[in-house]
């Protein structure tokens, strides 16, 4: 099941650069997206979500974007923090009740 | 700030035996998902429960799954035999409405069958 894909595993950043998390998916039927971070024995934390009617979605020092046409999302976060380190995961959601499709996940290190 | 709850943090079990993994929903939640994480890769959606009912459930959740929600606050998953296979974190997560998809995880239960 590839409906979602996070093909970067890992990503490192300086502490106050921005950090841009990509997900790509296939499946046409998503009408809402999702991002959400994980710390090591935690449950997922969600961070932002954005509706497949927009492009945009901005809260604080997270924005998601989305590119219908080319079935892409990123995610920015600026300024990067260290305390942003984590996994983060994209997810896509259908019209059922709150099926969530997860990507595999990337792995944020920020560095002071 | 409101939780989901679940309870054991980690269960280990032998190949055969019954599991019961128990979550407490945050409580004007409506909506009560179960998910799990093999080491190593994605979550997966297992099941939806809503009115007392399963709502969907995916292809891993097959006969030897059960969910009940028995006493209005807790939402338990129950495995009845247990395989090698069904070693993972199990997340409970709770929502409000289903359109709210932003919805609260539990810190999960990681199961290890040996």
């Known amino acids: 099941d590839q409906q979602v894909k996070q093909n970067s595993p890992s990503l490192s950043v300086q502490e106050g650069r921005i950090s841009i998390l990509n997900c790509d998916y296939t499946?046409?039927?998503?009408?809402?997206f999702l991002w959400y971070k994980k710390y090591p024995a935690e449950g997922p934390t969600f961070l932002i979500s954005?509706?497949?009617?927009?492009d945009k979605n901005e809260d604080g020092r997270f924005t998601v974007f989305l590119n219908k046409s080319a079935k892409h999302l990123s995610l920015h976060i600026v300024p990067s923090q260290p305390g942003d380190s984590a996994v983060y995961f994209c997810?896509?959601?259908?019209?059922?009740?709150?099926?969530?499709?997860f990507g595999q996940g990337t792995i944020l290190t920020v560095h002071p | 700030e409101p939780e989901v709850t679940q309870t054991p943090s980690h269960q280990v079990t032998q190949m055969g035996q019954e599991v019961i993994l128990r979550c407490v929903p945050i409580?004007?939640?409506?909506?009560f998902y179960w998910y799990r994480q093999i080491l190593g890769q994605k979550v997966e959606f297992l099941v939806s429960?809503?009115?007392?009912?399963?709502?969907?459930k995916s292809e891993i959740f097959d006969d030897q799954f059960s969910v009940e929600r028995p006493d209005g606050s807790n939402f338990t998953l129950k495995i009845r035999s247990t395989k090698l296979e069904d070693s993972a974190m199990y997340f409970c997560?709770?929502?409000?409405?289903?359109?709210?998809?932003?919805?609260?995880f539990g810190s999960g239960t990681r199961l290890t069958v040996v």
């Open positions: 409580s004007n939640h409506l909506y």
């Open positions: 429960f809503y009115n007392n009912e399963i709502s969907e």
């Open positions: 997810a896509g959601a259908g019209t059922s009740y709150g099926k969530l499709t």
């Open positions: 997560a709770s929502g409000r409405t289903a359109l709210n998809y932003g919805y609260t």
């Open positions: 954005i509706s497949s009617i927009k």
């Open positions: 499946n046409s039927m998503f009408d809402y």
